[in-house]
Structure formats: structure tokens, C-alpha cells
């Protein structure tokens, strides 16, 4: 299959080629045709899979066609994601995608002054990037009117809904023309996603690529066990053992994420924190120094790494496991993306058994257990070991339905 047998048109498989994109990805290749021929879609896709392009691209080419250029002014496709990381990387997507496309677009997100944003808005915009909060602060502002859009986009609509966007996508809905076009992504489809999609979409087409209990095949999964206090030595260990020049950690929470970063720079090793609590300036320069290679490791909550989108990002550390196992997922699809190969390094305490147990359960029989080192500090839990001489064998694999 390739771009031209989706009917994408030279401009933007020029664009496409440059970003060195060969062929559709599967739920490109679902989609799209749909997409085109004007169909609802409601999409189940993690990301990793290439969503983004997946609307991004009809949506460009429906503008190039001028089937999204009403009579009147104003903007003609609104794109909602749950964070800024998210929306900042799709309107990246749409710059790359529509190079050769006479479009504008402009992303809205919190956490910075709204003057350079309400500028563009005031310049005028064709597709307009928005994360809920503060769309809803410039929509109140009387900066955005929503009465033109004709294309309609909920990107990563689980995660927004965690992250407790109901409300502001519900008055947000209200404001929208009902005849439009829609597109609905979500990682997960739990009873609320569901209700909400039907409310929202017009005969949908389901599109759905590997479930979310199915993380890339190309992830090398691998656990450690170790307790809390030895595990920054772990890391270190790890680090050296494996090579490792450039990985994103996650934490559980911010506090976590902000300590680690102290203690890896007392090891010398270069990291920088990405988490709520940070400025949106100093997420960006925490994000770029990532990308561009000055900073080694980018310690991550959850939240904030949503769409966190590196290039070749070859491994992942759970440094703390997440409590909800589907999270597990989310992480290590950051890494073996677009059909590169990738490694997932993760690090259990006892206090954390129960969440790999949930995990194990989810993904299978796939994660390798590692053998641990013994650390100086290692005041190691001494009433767990014969547990952990049972569980925790060198180099095999671990059963899910294993006792733990
Ligand atoms: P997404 O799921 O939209 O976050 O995309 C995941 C990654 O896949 C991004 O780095 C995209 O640039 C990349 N990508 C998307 N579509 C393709 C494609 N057709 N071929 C190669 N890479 C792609």
C-alpha cells in the first residue's frame, strides 16, 4: 500500500517523502479513505501507530480540494488534544504535512500568556490546535467563535477525559455547527468513551489497530527488581551495562521526578524534569534539549509525557511502575515507533508487585527478568528475599499467570 493508492494527492506525498514516510501505516491505511469520502470515524489507536497523520493528512488535502472552504470566514477544523506537549506536536505534524499546502494553522494551549495566540487567531486561521482549558478561555474571551467549523477532531479523548476535560468538552460541543464532519481517537474505550462517541459522532466508521493490550511487537521488554532506595544505582548500573546515551524515565509523581533529576546530576549524569509543575517554557526546553541530544535522560510523569513524540528513541525506563497497567502501554509505545526497534527497562520494588502482577497480566509472557546487582545501600528488604528468590530468576521469561 502506498500514499498514492490512497488517493493522497503529489503536494503532500512530497511532503510526506521528506519526512521520509514510505507507506501508510495501518490505521493510516484504514482511515484515510474514509476520512475523505467524509465519513465520522471513530478510531481506536494508541499513539505510536501514526493517528496524527492519519487525520492530519485528509484533512490537509480535503483543504487543498476546497471541500473545507466554506463562504464564510473563520476557522474550518478544530483539533482538541489533552495536553500541550500533544498539541504542540500536531501543529508540528500539520507544518511538516502541509508544507506544500496553502493552509493556516495555529495551536492554543495553557500555561503561557495568550498574546502571541490570540495575535495569530486575530491574523486568522483555517485549523485551529487546542487543548480544552484554555480554548474554552479564549472562546469566553470572544477570541475563537466555533460557528464555521466543518471538521472536528478528539485526539487522545481517554486521556482527556482522566484528566478531567468532560465539562469543558461538553460546552465546547455545544458551540459547534452539527453538521460537521468528526473524528474521534481514543487508546481505550471504557463505557464513558463509548457514550460519548455515539452522542457526538453520525453513522461512524470504526476504525481499530493493535488494542491496547498489545504493545509493539519491536519493544525488548525487561524488568529489575529492586527496592526504592537502591534503584537511582540501578539506573546508573543499567545505563552503563546496556550503553545508553538517550532515554526517557518515567516517575509516578512530580516530587519523584524532580528529586531523581538531583541525584543524577550528583552522578554527573545530565537529566531535566518534564512534569505539570513546570512552566511551559521549561517543559519546551527540557523537551528540545531531549530531542536535540544535550540532555541524556528526560525524567517524565505520566500526564506530562502524553505525545511526547522523540525520533528514534530507543529505550524507556520505568523507573517507578505506573499504578494502572495500561499506562505501562502508553510508556513503551514511546520507543519502537513507526517500525523502529526499541527497549523497555523496568524497575519493581516490592511496595510495587501488585502493579507488575496487573502488567504481566495485560502484556503476557514477554518481559525477560534481569538479575540485580547487590548496591551498598542495599538495606534490601531482608523478610522479601526468599520471595524474591522465588519470583525474580536470572534471564527468564515471566509468566503473567505465575503466582506473585
Ligand atoms: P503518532 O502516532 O501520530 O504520534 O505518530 C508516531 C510516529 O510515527 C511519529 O514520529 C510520526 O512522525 C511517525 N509516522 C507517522 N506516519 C508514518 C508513516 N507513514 N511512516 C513512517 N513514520 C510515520
Known sequence: MTFENLNIIPPIREALSKQGYLNPTPIQEKAIPFILEGKDVFGCAQTGTGKTAA???????????????????????????????????????????????????????????????????????????????????????????????????????????????????????????????????????????????????????????????????????????????????????????????????????????????????????????????????????????????TIKLLIATDIASRGIDVDKLTHVINYELPEVAETYIHRIGRTGRAGEGGAAISFCSSEEKAYWKDILKLVGNVVIVEDTPKFSNARAAEHDEPERKRNFSNNRRFSGKRKF
Open 55 to 293: 487525520f492530519a493528512l485528509p484533512i490537509l488535502q480535503l483543504f487543498h480540494a476546497k471541500q473545507l472552504k466554506g463562504k464564510t470566514p473563520g476557522i474550518k477544523a478544530l483539533i482538541l488534544a489533552p495536553t500541550r506537549e500533544l498539541a504542540i506536536q500536531i501543529g508540528e505534524s500539520f507544518t511538516d504535512y502541509g508544507a506544500n499546502i496553502n493552509v493556516k494553522h495555529t495551536v492554543i494551549f495553557g500555561g503561557v500568556s495568550q498574546g502571541n495566540q490570540t495575535r495569530a487567531l486575530q491574523q486568522g486561521v483555517d485549523i485551529l490546535i487546542a487543548t480544552p482549558g484554555r480554548l474554552m478561555d479564549l472562546m469566553n474571551q470572544g477570541f475563537v467563535k466555533l460557528h464555521t467549523i466543518e471538521f472536528f477532531v478528539l485526539d487522545e479523548v481517554d486521556r482527556m477525559l482522566d484528566m478531567g476535560f468532560i465539562r469543558d468538552i461538553q460546552k465546547i460541543i455545544t458551540k459547534l455547527p452539527v453538521k460537521r464532519q468528526t473524528v474521534f481517537f481514543s487508546a481505550t474505550v471504557p463505557p464513558e468513551i463509548k457514550k460519548l462517541a455515539n452522542g457526538l459522532l453520525t453513522n461512524p466508521v470504526s476504525v481499530q489497530v493493535a488494542s491496547i493490550s498489545a504493545p509493539a511487537e519491536a519493544v525488548k521488554q525487561s524488568m529489575y527488581f529492586a527496592e526504592k532506595q537502591d534503584k537511582k544505582d540501578l539506573l546508573k548500573f543499567v545505563l552503563e551495562k546496556e550503553n545508553i546515551n538517550h532515554a526517557l524515565v518515567f516517575m509516578r509523581t512530580k516530587h519523584g521526578a524532580n528529586k531523581l533529576v538531583k541525584d543524577l546530576v550528583k552522578f554527573g549524569i545530565s537529566a531535566e524534569a518534564i512534569h505539570g509543575n513546570k512552566s511551559q517554557s521549561a517543559r519546551q526546553k527540557a523537551l528540545e534539549g531531549f530531542k536535540n541530544r
